[in-house]
């Protein structure tokens, strides 16, 4: 079955460490994002990859960094630098170009 | 910023229909209206987008006003599994960005 998926579904950390949270799609899809989703709020982007091996800034970066060295994988590393790193983290992925996007389970992430 | 303006919460009784306004006042011409849900800690799923005309699908039923400043999204029959948040997002083709506001909390009563 195609889709996306992300690992693990909940993550927990102590505060200053680094932590990686993969997604994965096997829908051929050229462009990947990333978004962060606190309570009562909407989702908010924070990389997108239109093609491998490139990447943009979405509207809240700071305190992340993402990689696209395959087409299928686009992972997320949230740096101790990020003040606040605890919420959902969403990944999609869509064709260039499309408004349709295919999200991933997601992955709940705690920091203490 | 979104460009949308939604209610915050709407109800509904099982198997009647449910409708959710949608306010884009501000809408480009080149611009789509998209429709997405996210049922309680899950990925948003995308549900159905237009541009001028009024769109159908399996799932929903797309209402574009004339001047295209507001839409109206219908489940025919809502379940109980309807419950979810409603987003509308205003799109620009080839953009690759979506955004998110609060959307609509819409609850299914049995």
């Known amino acids: 079955d195609g889709g996306i998926t992300q690992s693990p579904k909940y993550l927990f950390r102590k505060e200053g460490q680094n932590v990686t949270l993969s997604c994965e799609q096997n829908?051929?899809?050229?462009?990947m994002y990333w978004y962060r989703q606190d309570p009562g709020q909407g989702l908010r982007l924070i990389y997108y990859?239109?093609?491998?091996?490139?990447?943009q800034k979405g509207d809240i970066a700071e305190g992340y960094s993402v990689s696209r060295e395959k087409k299928e994988s686009f992972p997320l590393t949230v740096t101790s630098a990020q003040k606040n790193p605890t919420a959902f983290y969403l990944c999609?992925?869509?064709?260039?170009?499309?408004?349709?996007?295919?999200f991933g389970p997601g992955t709940r992430l705690t920091v203490t | 910023d979104a460009k949308t303006t939604q209610p915050p919460s709407m109800d509904c009784a099982e198997g009647r229909a449910a409708n959710l306004p949608c306010n884009h006042s501000?809408?480009?011409?080149?611009?789509?209206v998209y429709w997405y849900r996210q049922i309680h800690s899950q990925g948003p799923q995308y549900i159905i987008h237009?541009?001028?005309n009024n769109e159908t699908n399996e799932m929903a039923s797309l209402i574009i006003t004339e001047d295209r400043k507001s839409s109206t999204l219908i489940l025919p029959h809502a379940t109980l599994r309807d419950t979810a948040v409603y987003y509308c997002?205003?799109?620009?083709?080839?953009?690759?960005?979506?955004?998110f506001g609060k959307g609509t909390k819409l609850t299914v009563n049995p």
């Open positions: 501000t809408i480009s011409g080149n611009e789509y």
């Open positions: 999609a992925s869509s064709n260039r170009g499309s408004g349709e996007q295919y």
């Open positions: 829908l051929n899809h050229d462009a």
């Open positions: 990859s239109q093609i491998v091996n490139d990447f």
């Open positions: 237009g541009l001028k």
């Open positions: 997002i205003v799109y620009q083709g080839g953009s690759e960005k979506l955004v």
